[in-house]
């Protein structure tokens, strides 16, 4: 529950709108400056986010595309992460 509150702030929005199968860049688009995309700083939180409760885990076989993903992979629930369901 923490983890998936922790990502809707993040992504400024309500843990009860955000669903699993979101990717979290549909939640936190790039913005546009003169037609270029500036970083997505959300994103990078996220990433960073995801580096600090992952430590010990070995690294996801594939990449988490899902908010579901993410969570799975950090609970240890999802074969990406190892852990099998």
Same mark, same amino acid.
């Given at each position: ?14 843990? &009860? ?7 979290? @860049? @549909? ?15 959300? &994103? @990078? ?16 076989? !594939?990449?988490?595309? !899902? ?6 992979? &950090?609970?240890? !629930?999802?074969?990406?992460? #190892? #852990?099998?369901?």
């Amino acid at each position: 529950m923490r983890l998936w509150c922790e990502i809707a702030h993040l992504c400024g929005v309500s843990p &009860l709108e955000m669903h699993e199968n979101n990717p979290p @860049e @549909e939640l936190c688009p790039p913005h546009r400056v003169l037609g270029l995309v500036e970083p997505n700083a959300v &994103l @990078e939180e996220i990433s960073a986010l995801i580096m600090a409760e992952s430590r010990g885990r070995p690294a996801p076989k !594939t990449r988490p595309n !899902t908010v579901g993903d993410v969570l799975d992979y &950090l609970l240890g !629930t999802s074969a990406a992460g #190892g #852990g099998g369901r």
